[in-house]
């Protein structure tokens, strides 16, 4: 009996996910390997087995160094029921978890709730945009830890967005109306002094979608590999980006120009989506669609004051160093720079991912003058750190 052998995540093209619910021809077996989405948010006809892993990722917070990342745990209760609830929802079927009886008993009954384990700097401004200034007295549906509170608070004054009586500031009251994180929103609106709306616009849509670049495995992956060099900014991931988008949109916005420059349609075309949102926003505030004309400094200077909290050095063993908490990382293998040092010593990141080992992902050289240009008040406010 032939396999047939489809992927299932949310970075996949429409037709790609579509795939999934092809019926399996006469003679094979359908194997479909997915995340979680298949957990509730889909029913497939005809699937007999399920294998279960046991394991989930889900975005954590780290009050204690202040950082997000996507970590790898063990699945609760309610998923594995729900994953389970997959084979035989429409016939009979079976489901095999490759853990032991006893590790079942252990998981905890449900998932933690996401206010309990997320950065809220944007919830805590959205509450005060509603009025809501003493979270102290505030009626939490769950509880969320006092050092994330205090962590939000502290990056929201330094980022200007709260004064020190804890009440909004006038950026702060408009970037609260933003449908995007605090940091991407305060670059939006710094593009104005950089005179690059029309960069950070483009880069600020292009970071909200995920896996940008289809690089498959062997020779496939290699051709592909080389396509995606014809967009790479020696400065980094986020120029990178813009470099793909700009390129998109000068060749007709065309999905099989798309599939042979390695780039992902359905990705490309959500990213176009999220930048006319944007663009209503910034045309509502009049901040001005100019251009840097191709001044990558300027560029990367208004990178940093968004990104600001999210610094880290380069060491000698080529790994780098977090500004808050000295923790360990480790370039992302599909970063432009994995396996280059940056001039300066230093970078911005997007986010960060924890394998086996806490990788950050879309990455820009930077200045490190920038970083305490940006975030003085956070590094006086918290420890007096400095930046060298």
């Not at 208004?302 to 990382?329: I, K, P, Q």
């Not at 990788?359 to 400095?386: C, F, M, S, V």
């Amino acid at each position: 009996m032939r396999l047939r052998l489809l992927a299932l995540h949310a970075g996949l093209s429409t037709e790609e996910q579509l795939a999934v619910f092809e019926p399996a021809e006469r003679g094979s077996r359908k194997v479909i390997v997915s995340t979680n989405i298949a957990e509730a948010s889909v029913t497939i006809d005809g699937i007999k087995f399920v294998v279960d892993s046991g394991f989930v990722k889900i975005r954590t917070y780290n009050p204690t160094t202040a950082l997000s990342s996507l970590v790898t745990v063990p699945v609760s209760h309610a998923s594995a029921t729900q994953r389970a609830g997959r084979a035989g929802r429409t016939s009979s079927g079976i489901c095999y978890r490759l853990y032991l009886e006893s590790a079942y008993d252990r998981l905890p009954l449900t998932t933690p709730p996401e206010l309990t384990r997320t950065d809220l700097t944007t919830p805590i401004l959205q509450l005060k945009s509603l009025g809501i200034d003493d979270l102290m007295k505030f009626e939490w549906v769950s509880s969320p830890p006092a050092e994330s509170v205090l962590r939000a608070l502290e990056g929201l004054f330094a980022a200007g967005m709260i004064g020190e009586d804890g009440r909004l500031s006038v950026m702060g009251e408009k970037v609260a109306e933003c449908p995007v994180e605090v940091n991407i929103a305060r670059m939006l609106f710094m593009s104005k002094e950089h005179k690059c709306g029309e960069e950070i616009l483009t880069i600020a849509a292009m970071t909200a979608v995920q896996d940008v670049f289809v690089i498959p495995e062997g020779a496939q992956g290699a051709l592909a590999e080389l396509e995606r060099r014809k967009f790479t900014a020696e400065e980094g991931d986020h120029l990178t980006l813009l470099n793909a988008y700009n390129a998109f949109t000068r060749y007709g916005r065309s999905s099989s120009w798309c599939k042979s420059h390695a780039l992902s349609f359905r990705a490309m075309s959500r990213a176009v989506s999220i930048r006319s949102q944007l663009k209503k926003y910034m045309q509502r505030f009049n901040l001005p669609l100019e251009s840097c004309e191709g001044d990558a400094k300027r560029l990367r200077k208004c990178l940093v004051s968004g990104y600001w909290r999210n610094g880290a050095r380069w060491v000698a063993d080529g790994t780098y160093r977090s500004v808050r908490g000295n923790a360990t990382l480790h370039v992302h293998p599909n970063s432009v720079l994995f396996t280059r040092k940056p001039r300066s010593g230093w970078v911005i990141f997007h986010e960060m991912e924890e394998t086996k080992k806490t990788q950050i992902r879309i990455l820009t050289e930077i200045e490190p003058d920038w970083l305490l240009e940006y975030g003085h008040k956070y590094y006086d406010k918290r420890t007096g750190a400095t930046v060298s």
